[in-house]
């Protein structure tokens, strides 16, 4: 495992633990009402930039999840291309499957606004968060050699140790 991918994961996983944050902090200021019926634009001159503290805090949010989405498939695409356990690829293509269902649901906090909606839209970034976290905690795994595949369990149970002689 190189260090580099190692870092990526890492980054990434901390990526979208910082935007979970943060969507927290906009759903908990209505941040997202802002934009209401003008979605995907907000309020602020041609919809486009923040004409106060809450439609800023959903431009940024936006940014970050942006960002958040492009690492998360780049972490994909280099665990799928690099020579890395299926775990890790697997967790990394949750996370990128749950990426446009959760835009969808963020979309969705907004136009539809209410208790169900940010009950789903926060259940999808924990799904990716989950996913990155166990990808990034199985990256720091050393890798299974040939010699620690063949040794005897502690519990006894092996059946190819040869018997003892007492």
Do not use: K
């Not at 994909?76 to 967790?91: E, F, K, L, N, Q």
């Not at 789903?120 to 795994?141: E, G, P, Q, R």
Request: one cysteine or more; a neutral charge; hydrophobic letters at 50%.
């Amino acid at each position: 495992m190189t260090s580099r991918f190692r870092q990526l994961l890492t980054a990434t996983t901390a990526l979208t633990f910082g935007l979970i944050l943060l969507g927290v902090y906009t759903g908990a200021i209505g941040a997202g009402l802002t934009c209401g019926a003008r979605w995907p634009l907000c309020d602020g001159w041609m919809g486009l930039f923040p004409a106060n503290w809450a439609s800023f805090v959903e431009w940024f949010h936006r940014l970050v999840a942006m960002v958040t989405g492009f690492a998360i498939l780049g972490s994909t695409v280099a665990a799928w291309r690099g020579d890395y356990s299926s775990r890790i690829r697997y967790a990394t293509a949750v996370a990128t499957v749950v990426l446009p269902v959760q835009i969808l649901l963020g979309a969705n906090t907004i136009v539809n606004f209410g208790a169900l909606a940010q009950v789903l839209h926060h259940a999808a970034a924990l799904a990716i968060l989950t996913a990155m976290v166990a990808a990034t905690a199985w990256s720091f795994d050393p890798p299974a050699t040939a010699a620690s595949a063949n040794t005897p369990t502690e519990s006894g149970s092996d059946t190819d140790a040869t018997p003892s002689s007492d």
